[in-house]
């Protein structure tokens, strides 16, 4: 299992720090190098608890589909998405909002296993991981951007 875990100060209120993160049509915004896009489920606006959304979006040069559905939401201090289907063994991504003086910070832990043995191992080792986090930070700091202008 490997864990990838992110913090990031907003600027903004928790409520709508949260609802930026949960967000659909943001999110492909969020995700224009991937050519992310909702194309099953939940496709537009606010998904809520035991909703799915299936994404389709470019990843390592190849079209990857990937459904996940929000099993868990405490509004506004938390959620949890988990992949059903997809090409993970396993993936679950947290979400904590916790309200401090004058900020919101955000931690995300993602945890995940690949397929394939140890050549999937490798494969997370060499490239996943990075390639993930990196995927996480730029997603967030375009919802910092958004969210603290508005």
């Given amino acids: 299992m490997t ?15 949260f609802n930026v ?7 492909q915004q969020s ?4 050519n992310e896009k909702a194309i099953a489920g939940t ?8 909703e799915t959304v299936t994404w ?5 040069g190849v079209y990857i589909t990937h459904q996940s559905i929000i099993s868990e939401m405490i509004f506004p201090t938390y959620f949890i ?4 289907k997809g090409h993970f063994k396993s993936f679950k ?3 904590f ?25 490798i494969f997370d080792a060499i490239l996943l991981k990075n390639y993930l986090q990196k995927f996480i930070l730029q997603r967030n700091a375009f919802l910092k951007k958004l969210v603290e202008k508005s």
């Avoid at 995700?31 to 991937?34: F, N």
């Avoid at 389709?56 to 390592?60: L, M």
């Fill in 3 to 17: 864990t990838i875990k992110t913090i990031t100060i907003y600027n903004a209120p928790i409520e709508k720090v």
């Fill in 21 to 27: 993160n949960r967000d659909i049509d943001i999110h």
């Fill in 31 to 34: 995700a224009t190098q991937t």
């Fill in 43 to 50: 496709t537009s606006g606010l998904i809520n608890k035991n």
């Fill in 56 to 60: 389709k979006g470019k990843h390592f």
């Fill in 81 to 84: 998405d988990e992949q059903l």
């Fill in 93 to 95: 991504h947290q979400h």
């Fill in 97 to 121: 909002f916790e309200q401090k003086e004058n900020h919101v910070e955000v931690t995300d832990i993602v945890e995940y296993e690949t397929p394939f043995g140890i050549f999937g191992k």
